[in-house]
């Protein structure tokens, strides 16, 4: 065997045994990347959840009045447990005489948070205002503030975390773009401004949104 032949064959091993290191480390690669991807929905999902469990805090901790801008998007998934905690809280705090006020998009699909918090007892208001699209917040006793942050621009885009800020200074400038935010309709406003538009009747709109179809219609009744 002559020393070319051996040179080939021992290039075609070290070939293929960097074929086969190249493979593996693809392989390892993708395996790396999805357990990073997981631990970022893990992360994702515990800053929602601390979000959510400041915002139940601070509302089970007001004295008079809760206010705040919010998405108002169709709770999926785990939000769903925790939009019916927050409603479960704002039943107790209407009871108690606590102001509960917010304020939405004008976007039909919101018309169900919407008649699920005024039914809880909440004043609900919807707004096309620029502020209603580009902040979500919570105002509790003109004292404190819980800022959502989400996951990136626009109003679709779900909250990843929050802040939450005890200054009055801070409270009292968004409580006031709250009082100043124009064209802002309540929630039987603008479920009559939907049918205007649509043509559509109650038992139209609770069918689309997914809407207790009674519970709406005795609630625009009252």
Partial sequence: MTIETILLLLE???L???IILLVFSIREG????HLLLEIGKATKILTRQEYFLSVLDSMINAKEEVSGCITGRVPSGDDKQMTTDIIDTLEGLTKKGVRVMYLMPKFPDRLYLGYLYTKAGAEVFYSSCLMVHNMRFMIVDDSSVIIGIPESVGEMQATKKGYRIPSEG???????YLDTCENKTSFKGYVNEVMQQTGATLQHIAREFQIDEEGFKDLMKS
């Fill in 12 to 14: 075609s091993v070290l």
């Fill in 16 to 18: 293929i045994a960097t």
């Fill in 30 to 33: 993708r395996q790396r990347e």
């Fill in 170 to 176: 801070l409270a009292m400038i968004l409580k006031n």
